[in-house]
Structure formats: structure tokens, C-alpha cells
């Protein structure tokens, strides 16, 4: 059960980085857009349209380069909770082994305890057939001899 529980958290860790790239990098697709849209440099007579053109496509870059290093960081963070994840499954692993052994000890005990107590009662459950077949047998004669006495034959 703990396995099956920690295949589901390093799934869901993955699922969630792959949600994560896809969305940073439709993001990153729409700047590139954005960027290829404010670059594109039309011929204009005037030389402050041009100046100002390369100082939006500039700003893009710069937003571009921020988008970036927040994808860095993203990326950093859920590395560290993937080693995270890794050095906890490790963890538990090393506990399974260490408990195992005893687990297994104490079903071979308790199954032994079982079998004793089944054959405890199998022998009980014979005498208390024993006795029961004796007295009936007993029982039988003493109502005979009653039935004798009280009829006289």
C-alpha cells in the first residue's frame, strides 16, 4: 500500500511539472510572439518611431529575460521537492526493510498460536463427545431400569 502511495506522489510531482513547462512555455510562445510583433520595424520616415519601437522591443527582451529567471527559480524549486521526494521514498524504504523482518516473525508466531489453540480445542471438542456418548449411554441404561422396575417385566 505504501508503495502504490508513493508512486502516486512522484506521478503527481511529474504531472505537475509537466503542467507547469506546458504553461511557461505557451507563455514563452506568446512573448515570442508579442517580441516578434514589436520588432518588426516598418519603414517610417521618422527617426523617433524607429527610437521608440527599439525601446518597446527593449522591454519586451527585458520581460522576456524576467519570465526567464522565474522559469529558473520554478524549475530550482521543484527539483529540490523531486530530491525531496526521492531521499523521503528512500527513506520509507530503508524502514520497510527494517520492519519487515519483524512482521514477518510475528505472523509466524501468531499462526503458531493458532494452530496450537485449534488443536487444544480439537482434543477438547473430543472429550466433550466422550463424555456425552457416556452418559448417554448411562442415562439409557437408568431410564431401562426404571422403565423395568415401574412396569415389573
Known amino acids: 500500500m505504501e508503495g502504490k502511495t508513493i508512486l502516486l506522489v512522484i506521478i ?6 509537466l503542467m507547469a513547462f506546458s504553461v511557461v512555455f505557451f507563455i514563452l510562445l506568446y512573448r ?16 523617433e518611431e524607429q527610437l ?3 525601446n518597446n522591443a527593449s522591454n519586451a527582451i527585458s520581460e522576456l529575460k524576467t519570465s526567464m529567471d522565474d522559469l529558473q ?15 523521503i ?5 530503508d524502514e520497510k526493510k527494517k520492519i519487515e523482518p519483524i512482521v514477518n516473525v510475528q505472523k509466524e508466531t501468531l499462526a ?13 471438542n473430543l472429550k ?8 448417554g449411554v448411562v442415562s439409557s441404561g437408568i431410564a431401562t431400569i426404571i422403565t ?3 412396569l415389573g417385566e
Open 52 to 54: 521608440s519601437k527599439i
Open 12 to 17: 503527481g510531482t511529474v504531472g505537475v511539472m
Open 89 to 93: 521514498l528512500k527513506d520509507l524504504e
Open 128 to 135: 466433550t463427545k466422550f463424555w456425552s456418548f457416556i452418559i
Open 73 to 87: 527559480d520554478f524549475l530550482n524549486t521543484e527539483s529540490e521537492r523531486m530530491l525531496m521526494n526521492r531521499k
Open 112 to 124: 503458531n498460536i493458532l494452530d496450537a489453540y485449534t488443536l487444544k480445542n480439537e482434543k477438547s
Open 32 to 47: 515570442r510572439k508579442v517580441l516578434e510583433n514589436r520588432l518588426k520595424i516598418k519603414y517610417s520616415k521618422s527617426f
Open 148 to 150: 423395568y422396575l415401574i
